[in-house]
C-alpha cells in the first residue's frame, strides 16, 4: 500500500526558504558587498542560516542592526583568541547515553536534533558534532529507559539544535513515550523557533501541549527587543492559551544588548507580550565568537543598573554555566 504524501506544515515550506548565501543576504538588506568575502570565509566554520520572517525585522542598510548582527557571518570569527575553545561546556562528559545531557540533580536535557532554524554567530555549539548525535528510535529508547531507571528525574528538557524543528508528528510521539514514566512532572521546551519562525507555533502543536499531563514551560530566546513583534506575540499567546509558561533566556552580547536601554526595552516588550525574563547569559568562551564577549564586571553593573530600574520580576538572573557546577552560576548571588 501507498502510504499518503505528507504535505509539509506552512513553517516547515517557510523554513525551507532560509538564507544561506551571504551575498544574498547583503544585496537584499542593500549592505555593503565588501562584506562578502569575510562572510564566505567564515561560513566555512559555521554556515550561515536567516529564515524570511527575521530578515523582515532587520532594517536595511544598517550593518550595525542588532539582528543582523546575530546572524550575519563577520571577519573577526577568524581570529583565535586564546581561551575561547570548541566545547566551553565539556558536555561531552556529561551524557550517560547519547543524546542525553545529566549534569543537574532533577532535570536531563536531551538534544532532539541538531537543527536549527537560524545559525547565531556567537552559538556555543557552534563546533558540536551533531552528526554524530543524530536521535534514533534505539537511541530514544536508551533515553527512556535511562530516566524510567532514576526516580529522582522529575523533569525533562527538549534541546538542540532547536527541537521545534522536528514535526508535530515526532513531538507527539516523544511527549506520550514520556508521559508514561511516572516520576516525571515537567516537560521544557527550549527553543528559538516561537521568534525565529512565529509560524511553527501551530494549533496542532499547541493541542500536543494542552493535553499532555506534564506540565510545559517554554523557555524561549530572544536578545533585543526588536525580535519580538505582533507575530511573536501572537505565537506566545496561543502557547499560553495551551497552559505553557512562557520564559525568556538570553545571552549578553556586545554590540548587541550590552546597554541598559536595551536591556530595559528587551525585558519591557518581552513582558507585553507575556513573557517573563528568566537567564541573561554571559558568553561563553566559544571559539569564533570572542568579539561578542563582555567582561564579568561590566556584565554585573549592567544588572545592577537594570534592577534599579525595573520591577525585581523583570530582571533576569545573571547567569554562566562553569563545567562541573550543580547548577548554573549566579554572577550576583542575591539574585538567587
Ligand atoms: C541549563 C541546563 C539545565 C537547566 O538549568 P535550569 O537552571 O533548571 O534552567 C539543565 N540541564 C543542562 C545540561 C543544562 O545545561
Ligand atoms: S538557536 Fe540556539 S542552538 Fe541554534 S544556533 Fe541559535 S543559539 Fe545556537
Redesign the pocket.
Known sequence: MNSPVQMPDHWQTVLSQTISSPAQLISYLELPESLSDKADQACLEFAMRVPKPWLDRIEKGNINDPLLKQILPAAEELHQVPGFITDP?A?KE?SPTQGL????QG???VVLTGACAINCRYCFRRHFPYQENKLGPEQWQAILDYIQADTSIS?V?F?GGDPLVSSDKRLQQLVQDLEQIPHLQRL?IHSRLPVVLPQRVTANLCSILEKTRLNVVT?IHSNHANEIDNAVAQAVTLLKQAGCTVLNQAVLLRGINDSVEQLKALSETLFQAGILP??LFTFDPVKGAAHFDVPDSEAKQLIQQLQAQLPGYLVPKL?R?IPGQP??TLLIPEQG
Open positions: 561546556l558536555e556529561s545531557i545529566h549534569k543537574y532535570r536531563v536535557l523533569e528538557i534541546s521544557r523557555v528568566y537567564y547567569a554555566e547548577s548554573k
